[in-house]
């Protein structure tokens, strides 16, 4: 067994680390937040905010803010997010410290409701302006919970498109598949909160984690980003005996990723393995190769690993990527007709505008057909933003050029559509806001050296190849013809007549061109010619080659009986 | 008072060794006292073809038998099976001599003795020769002809025989163990003791005790044992067909079958798929359940038709049915198919009730090696052995109470 050096992967004394904030805006952010801190394991800045000084008191995060505490008076936004906005801006001053000096914000919010729909854009913006890049983690609200809150999370969703960086969207309706209908809804919702607070932190492991073989920011971004895309996401940690095929199958029966039949058709994968010390080349080889089933070939797999002593002895396999509206709509056709999120495209009329505050007012028939499509979304920023209030309001003007380089980013980054596979030259994002070039390079320089000092043990390891020529899923796999379709039947005669081991390809992928069932590795046991000579032959009674042949009827009953039928209808 | 004894039962199958300790009361109750199982080595459709393979198996299934029993076994009952052992039906005729009307017990013996020398093989050896009743003029099923009065007596006699050779080796083995052997049963026999009770003989019912290499069975009729035999096929068979229709290794292909495997194919949709995992825990591969279950279907029915086909005079006139037991007859469906193959009620049993060890007597896998401590117990009842101390306190008992 060859064990990673550990050396290899002490992180640069000259690099500093990336500084990651996570806010956690109204209710649902709370919670989400509340789950972070009780885990325990995402390195970066919590801050919890809400106008409700109750629930904030009850929050778990180390730094709260209170909005607007004088003119909403510690009470909660009542379901406005006209309120919320108002709120957030009051506070502005206290949320701009918060998130200053930070390189990624990650922003949760449930939005539909009145904090986190109306606050979020505010404080994406504000971070925004202090030069952060921004994710956007959000969930939409339940079908049940009527379709005013519906209306405002679509309206804030669209401001937040225009400020976000990256936008992870998780739709409540499709969370409750997670768990059965008839079990109780604090669990449902803590179940909800459970994932994103997962996709949170595999996320920042994912962009600030050391890793052996390094993912960044530009591979989440490229991961996430195809036009009008829909970000799916699976993880799955375990521990123990067989780990890391317990984890990748963990990360597969992800809801959001549809049992990994999703992932049929991306074009760009993200897979991150993480694991403690005792990760092994043996498991990494393991995982890789049991997902090269579960995506076609010419996937272009963006891999990463990284060894974290904070895992201990489990190990956690990440799989992001990201799936066009029309492909996912082409999937879920079977299911009832979707009413998708609308993206930026649809123009909401802003319901919320017209309500008074504090009421609330639930339609009581939800909408007709539950969304089936998966849900988390990836928006990539296309539009400039309308500004909700001038950046000079809230923080210091940022120089010139430095907006500008920003700018230029920002717009290389998201506009640009999915890299080629070994195209890899574009924004380096986090090393650029750094203002260092260096490490890309002395990071290769470490992985040269880890695989130099792996070549001697072992053959050089894909795991181990620099981060500029990323390992594709063809190094992985040893490529297998496909599958010889054999007519389907259902006699007895059929079913026997088949090889030991056919492939079938099921009927319901067919639309979607699955990859191939790689069905064990068969030695086609037996053509006509080889019946011919081996019939009764000591081969075909396998174990039982060395014991008296128990012979009934001419038959030698330790041969199989299947076998024995097949040759008899061959007759 | 009742008095109890110990014995101690082995089985040496083709999967398992197993060693049971029971108590045998005299008021006809068990009471299990211990259960050693260790996993079989050397062993190939219930013979035995490596001794020191299996003598270190043997061993360690003695050891965890002794241990929770506390009882150090010295002599064992011996369990042995294999596609050698075969049975037939004999009948003895014995006139009485002129002049004579009671039948008294030596002419019981000449008809024994008629009945008995039935013609085997050279190198065969009687296992069993079992009293299936007796006939008086005519009159059949009568139990004890002793004292009635008569002029012709038959003896209806089932002897079950095997191997010498084979016989002999079991025993060898075991001796070197070292364990003294008291008795040589045929399994299914010892089985049967357990499995089947009084209603279910008399009615007729089938007993097949599937085991790992072998099916064994025991047919019994109006009361009474009217065919028995070994089919050399078993649960070895199952699982080495699926690891030859599914390309796997064989201990892969058990696994599947315990988990997975079911006879039942109908029923199971064709695109219905199941993965196949190596040892890591990685799919290796996807195949279609139905065809895992056509390929089991298919054996175990072949296994059933062989039993069939070996007592097909007596099917139906049996009432009780079917009874199987064994490992095998865990496996899912199997019942179906039984009842497809034999046309009757099916039932899957183990033990009947006994004392001790609860999950002991339930599992099917133990019905052989309990049924042989009831064996023991039954030859005990059969000839009542008398301490010559406990005779004298009897006699004494006697005249004490006539003084009195």
């Known amino acids: 067994m060859v064990e990673y050096d550990r050396n290899s992967q002490r992180e640069q004394p000259n690099q500093p680390a990336l500084k990651t904030c996570i806010v956690g805006i109204g209710g649902a952010g709370g919670n989400v937040l509340d789950r972070i801190t009780l885990d325990r394991t995402v390195d970066a800045t919590l801050v919890a905010m809400h106008t409700d000084i109750r629930v904030l008191g009850h929050a778990m995060a180390p730094a709260k803010i209170q909005l607007g505490a004088e003119m909403m008076r510690g009470v909660g936004a009542g379901g406005d997010p006209d309120l919320g906005r108002e709120a957030a801006l009051f506070s502005r001053e206290q949320i701009r410290q918060a998130v200053e000096g930070h390189d990624i914000v990650f922003i949760c919010a449930g939005l539909g409701g009145g904090t986190g729909s109306g606050a979020a854009p505010v404080i994406a913006e504000i971070a925004k302006s202090a030069g952060a890049l921004v994710f956007l983690t959000a969930t939409m609200p339940f079908t049940f919970e009527g379709r005013r809150r519906l209306a405002q999370a679509e309206e804030s969703l669209q401001q937040l498109q225009k400020r976000a960086d990256a936008l992870i969207l998780f739709e409540n309706n499709r969370m409750g598949e997670l768990i059965l209908p008839k079990d109780g809804i604090q669990k449902a919702f803590t179940q909800a909160d459970q994932l994103i607070a997962q996709s949170l932190r595999a996320v920042s492991t994912i962009v600030t984690m050391p890793g052996l073989v390094k993912l960044g920011l530009d591979d989440l971004t490229s991961a996430l980003s195809t036009s009008n895309g829909r970000c799916l996401f699976g993880f799955g940690e375990a521990r123990g005996q067989n780990r890391g095929a317990e984890a990748l199958k963990r990360a597969l029966k992800s809801p959001l990723i549809d049992q990994g039949r999703l992932l049929h058709q991306t074009k760009t994968l993200l897979v991150h393995i993480a694991g403690g010390e005792s990760l092994t080349l043996l498991e990494v080889d393991g995982i890789m190769k049991q997902l090269g089933r579960n995506v076609p070939d010419q996937t272009h797999i963006l891999f990463g690993v990284a060894v974290d002593a904070k895992l201990g002895e489990s190990l956690a396999v990440t799989l992001i990527s990201s799936l066009g509206l029309q492909q996912l709509n082409s999937v879920a056709a079977a299911a009832p007709p979707v009413e998708m999120l609308p993206m930026s495209s649809r123009n909401m009329p802003s319901v919320a505008t017209a309500v008074v505050p504090g009421t609330k007012v639930r339609t009581p028939e939800p909408t007709t057909a539950p969304a089936k499509a998966p849900t988390p979304t990836a928006v990539a920023v296309e539009e400039p933003m309308d500004l909700l209030f001038k950046a000079e309001e809230i923080s210091p003007p940022v120089p010139a050029a430095r907006q500008k380089v920003e700018a230029d980013l920002f717009a290389s980054n998201f506009n640009a559509t999915p890299p080629p596979a070994n195209d890899i030259e574009d924004d380096p994002v986090i090393e650029d806001e750094e203002e260092e070039d260096e490490p890309d390079v002395e990071e290769e320089d470490e992985e040269e050296d880890v695989e130099d000092l792996e070549t001697a043990a072992v053959q050089p390891p894909p795991v181990a190849a620099p981060v500029r020529v990323r390992p594709r899923i063809e190094d992985f796999i040893t490529p297998t013809p496909p599958p010889t379709p054999t007519p389907r039947s259902t006699t007895l005669a059929a079913v026997v007549a088949r090889a030991a081991t056919t492939v079938v390809t099921p009927v319901e992928d067919a639309p979607y061109a699955p990859p191939q069932n790689n069905v064990l590795p068969k030695k086609q046991p037996s053509t006509d010619e080889q019946i011919a000579f081996r019939f009764g032959s000591e081969e075909d009674r396998g174990r039982f080659k060395d014991t008296e042949p128990a012979m009934a009827g001419g038959e030698d009953l330790d041969v199989p009986t299947w076998m024995r039928l097949k040759r008899k209808l061959k007759k | ?404």
């Open chain 2, 1 to 404: 008072m009742a008095k109890s004894t110990i014995y101690a039962g082995l089985e040496i199958g083709t999967s398992k060794i197993c060693v049971v300790v029971g108590e045998a009361k005299r008021d006809g109750t068990i009471k299990i006292l211990g259960v050693g199982t260790a996993p079989s080595r050397g062993v190939r459709k219930g013979e035995i073809v490596d001794f020191t393979k299996v003598q270190t198996c043997l061993n360690d299934a003695l050891v965890r038998a002794e241990e929770p029993s506390d009882v150090m076994v010295r002599t064992v009952f011996l369990g042995v099976t294999g596609g050698h052992v075969e049975s037939q039906n004999s009948r003895g005729t014995w006139r009485l001599p002129d002049g004579q009307t009671e039948i008294t017990e030596d002419d019981v013996e000449e008809a024994k003795e008629i009945a008995r020398n039935v013609a085997i093989s050279q190198d065969n050896v009687f296992l069993h020769s079992v009293t299936r009743q007796y006939i008086v003029d005519g009159q059949e099923g009568v139990r004890h002809p002793i004292g009635r009065e008569g002029r012709l007596l038959e003896a209806d006699y089932h002897i079950i025989h095997g191997v010498r050779g084979r016989i002999q080796n079991a025993v060898k083995c075991v001796r070197e163990a070292p364990l003294e052997v008291e008795d040589v049963v045929f399994t299914a026999i010892a089985a049967a003791q357990v499995v089947l009770n009084r209603d279910a003989k008399a009615q007729g019912s089938l007993m097949i005790d599937i085991g790992g290499g072998t099916a064994d069975f025991v047919l019994y009729e109006d009361g009474m044992i009217a065919a028995s035999g070994c089919v050399p096929l078993g649960g070895e068979h199952i699982s080495q067909d699926i690891a030859m229709a599914l390309q796997v290794p064989y201990q892969r292909a058990e696994d599947i079958k315990i988990t997975e495997g079911s006879c039942i194919y109908d029923d199971v949709p064709s695109d219905e798929m199941m993965r196949i995992e190596d040892d890591n825990g990685f799919v290796l591969g996807e195949i279609e359940r139905a065809f895992l279950n056509e390929v089991i279907y298919l054996r175990t029915r072949e296994i059933l038709e062989q039993v069939r086909k070996r007592c097909q005079r007596h099917i139906g006139r049996l009432a009780a049915g079917v009874y199987l037991t064994g490992g095998t007859s865990l496996l899912k469906g199997i019942d179906v198919v039984a009842r497809d193959v034999f046309g009757m009620k099916v039932t899957r049993a183990g033990s009947a009730p006994v004392s001790g060890v609860t999950a002991t007597f339930e599992n099917p896998q133990f019905s052989a090696p309990i049924g042989l401590i009831r064996y023991a117990q039954i030859l005990d009842q059969e000839k009542p052995f008398m301490s010559p101390l406990k005779r004298l306190g009897r006699r004494m008992a006697d005249l004490l109470t006539t003084a009195v």
